[in-house]
């Protein structure tokens, strides 16, 4: 049987655009949270279970770098490490994320120690690095590409938690001033590797189940913050 003839640039830049309506920005819980009508305890429950997600993400990436073989990608891609990490004394991601925590009200202790983890959230956000650590690097790569969507997020984000979470400290954030021009940044190179080096239909089709397979993990993230405080879940 032969295979379908691939898409073009275009049409496959588009398939993967189109996720955006599976994006997490939807999500009640992110409703909830940019309307100004989450309690103090749900957006510090919110904080700490984002951190696992988020202290995850450099050996995501990590991973994608150790089943690469191509070093111009590996140079490239080995940024982000450092993005969340830090580097030469200046704070990453992980820093700024643990900052809001504090500016909210948490220690940096009890979001360290993952005691409000939910199950869930551990569950979605481990089942994320296995899969960059399993599938080939382009499939891994075409599923951070949920950063695509991002920007305007965190934009909108920001300017909630300034509106109607006035009791978070201005220190706390940073992180959302400083990662929708890094997100910009590297969507556009992950999107150049992906439609660069998925010529094929199956190798298309491969990055388009990864992103939609990345879109169900933040949904679930978000699942379980949701049903742990209303008992719905999606």
């Known amino acids: 049987m032969t295979e379908p003839e691939a898409r073009s640039t275009a049409e496959f830049t588009a398939a993967l655009r189109a996720h955006e309506d599976r994006y997490w920005h939807k999500h009640p819980f992110h409703l909830r949270l940019h309307e100004g009508r989450l309690a103090p305890d749900e957006l ?15 050996q995501k990436d990590a991973a994608i770098i150790a089943n690469c073989p191509l070093a111009d990608v590996r140079r490239r891609w ?49 089942a994320y690095v296995a899969f960059a650590r399993t599938r080939p690097w382009t499939e891994a790569v075409a599923a951070s590409l949920t950063e695509l969507f991002s920007p305007a997020l965190m934009r909108t984000r920001l300017t909630a938690l300034r509106t109607h979470y006035p009791w978070i400290a201005p220190s706390g954030h940073r992180y959302h001033e400083a990662r929708p021009d890094t997100a910009t940044h590297d969507a556009g190179h992950a999107l150049t590797l992906v439609t660069t080096h998925c010529v094929t239909r199956a190798e298309q089709d491969a990055a388009l189940a990864a992103l939609a397979f990345k879109c169900e993990v933040l949904w679930s993230i978000l699942d379980s913050l949701e049903h742990a405080h209303t008992g719905r879940g999606r």
């Open 44 to 58: 510090r429950q919110w904080i700490a279970n984002r951190w696992y997600y988020q202290k995850w993400l450099p």
């Open 78 to 126: 080995i940024r982000r490490l450092a993005d969340q990490d830090g580097s030469d004394g200046r704070p990453g991601g992980h820093t700024q994320w643990l900052d809001l925590a504090e500016a909210a009200g948490l220690t940096r202790a009890e979001v360290l120690d993952e005691r409000h983890v939910l199950p869930g959230v551990r569950f979605a956000t481990d």
